[in-house]
DNA sequence: TATCAGTTTGTAATGAATACAAAAATGATG
DNA sequence: CATCATTTTTGTATTCATTACAAACTGATA
């Protein structure tokens, strides 16, 4: 094993997951990702390199992941769940017309906050919709 | 027709939307609505009024409310769509215990700003998670 | 080697949303 | 008032993301 899939076998290990060959190598899909993958575009990259890869082990691991805190669930299209590593809080644009999302890192306000309004926060999301540089030209 | 009624009726004709008894009913009910619907939400209330109403009428009718401008989606949760009136930039708060969507007024830093990293803004949308102010007590 | 918990896999099921075409309502025109 | 075209509503069938579930597999340990 190289020194980039050692790497994330310990990240697992880290965060007290078991570290699969399946597992291994969806958290390295999800790393090398530019964009936000959603379920079904990991599973269609795994299953070219382990032809046996199932969606449901997709799921499960990405169910998993959400569990042990080392993925955030991104909700923006609201048709489909993306995914990213959790780090640092940033927030997000989604291309309205290439459907991409990037990452934006802007202070948000009430990122120190424990409340809002009398409720007691957890987490904070946030996310523009428009048209990416890209798709500008 | 009462003047609730009729106030709805005009804003419907407002946004270019020919008023049906069935559109008056959805955007009624969004606008009394406490929390921020679902389609589910908004078929099994007005069932009871009108009942030969179809599911795929309330779609139709949001997503035309939708084009017009008069509803914006939620996607919080992810699994489901909510709906709530357009009306001025507000965040919002989802309650993971019991399900609930609350309007959060505060100040975004990028309110006013036509771009973000390069991106033309079109929409910008921010909420939180956590635990709401009754499921505290 | 036998056993056992944890993992992966495939199939079936669920549930939100859309596609589509028939039926019903609407509205303009003669 | 009758007709006809257009719009709206409705019901059924379909799609698509996700979950449920049980069987098969794996790997460690006794």
């Known amino acids: 094993m190289n020194t980039k899939m050692m790497n994330i076998k310990s990240e697992l290990e880290k965060h007290g997951i ?3 060959y399946q597992r291994l190598c969806v958290l390295e899909f999800i790393e ?3 964009d936000h993958p959603t379920a079904d575009h990991i599973y269609e990259n795994l299953v070219k390199k382990i032809p046996t890869m199932s969606r449901t082990t997709i799921y499960n691991t990405l169910n998993l992941f959400l569990e042990k805190g080392l993925v955030v ?6 048709t489909e769940v ?6 640092g809080q940033h927030h997000h644009f989604l291309c309205l017309k290439c459907g991409r999302i990037y990452d934006v890192n802007i202070q948000c306000p009430l990122s120190q906050s ?3 309004d009398g409720h007691q926060i957890q987490e904070i999301h946030g996310y523009f919709k428009g048209i990416c540089k890209n798709c500008l030209n």
């Open 73 to 78: 669930p991104l909700t923006i299209t609201g």
């Open 82 to 87: 993306r995914y990213e590593i959790t780090t």
């Open 18 to 20: 078991k570290p699969t």
């Open 32 to 34: 090398q990702s530019q």
């Open 114 to 116: 424990k409340t809002v």
